[in-house]
């Protein structure tokens, strides 16, 4: 079952603007990640925050995760046209990862 | 290019045919997992392998069917499809620990006739 939603369910933006998407889940969590999926092939693994974090980056991205709102966000910085795809959050709970509803993002050259 | 390999990439069967996915993984993982995504939707947990032993069954009809012969390898026997059940079939590995991302193959796109 989907464990959480997110926001907005649709982004679109011109190259070199930052893309922001939220993601909201309902149970206690050990780690959040985040996932892209482009033209519906396989996930691709972006960015993982344990549950004692509260902010991580990795290149162009930034995840921040706030457990008392059950929320995180994951940022783009100065996107391209290549990060046209759909983006997913996931939570682990022990044994299952559970993805949310997704973000499409269209970048605009 | 994904250490987790799926065949076929593309698959039509009929409503009485029996077939198999197949997933390969060369991570050295020892959980692996079959997701199912319909269009515009996130994907859904159906099965999960922990040490080669089913540990996890989403309440997924009978018409499928996990195996997990090796820790490296996963296949999903189909047989008695509906068209409902097309879809895109995702396989995914992982340590079972739970501690770290998952990796996932490209997908089986399935379409029943």
């Known amino acids: 079952s989907q464990q959480g939603e997110e926001d907005p369910q649709a982004l679109s933006i011109q190259e070199g603007e930052n893309a922001t998407m939220n993601c909201s889940y309902k149970?206690?969590?050990?780690?959040l990640q985040w996932y892209r999926q482009n033209s519906g092939r396989g996930l691709v693994h972006l960015i993982l925050i344990r549950s004692n974090e509260r902010e991580k980056h990795s290149g162009r991205l930034r995840v921040t995760l706030d457990t008392s709102k059950k929320s995180s966000s994951l940022l783009i910085t100065a996107s391209r046209a290549a990060d046209t795809a759909s983006y997913f959050c996931a939570t682990n709970s022990p044994r299952q990862l559970t993805f949310g509803s997704g973000t499409q993002l269209t970048v605009l050259p | 290019d994904t250490e987790v390999t799926q065949t076929p990439k593309h698959l039509v069967m009929g409503m009485t045919n029996k077939k198999s996915l197949k997933c390969e993984q060369h991570?050295?993982?020892?959980?692996m997992y079959w997701y199912k995504q319909k269009a515009k939707k996130p994907p859904e947990l159906m099965f999960v392998y922990s040490y080669e032993k089913l540990s996890i069954n989403e309440s997924v009809p009978s018409r499928f069917s996990p195996e997990c012969p090796n820790s490296s390898l996963l296949n999903l026997h189909l047989h008695a499809l509906q068209p409902e059940d097309s879809a895109l079939y995702l396989c995914?590995?992982?340590?079972?620990?739970?501690?770290?991302?998952?990796?996932f193959g490209s997908g089986t796109r399935l379409t029943v006739v």
């Open positions: 149970t206690s969590i050990n780690n």
């Open positions: 995914a590995s992982s340590q079972p620990t739970g501690g770290g991302g998952y990796t």
């Open positions: 991570m050295g993982h020892r959980a």
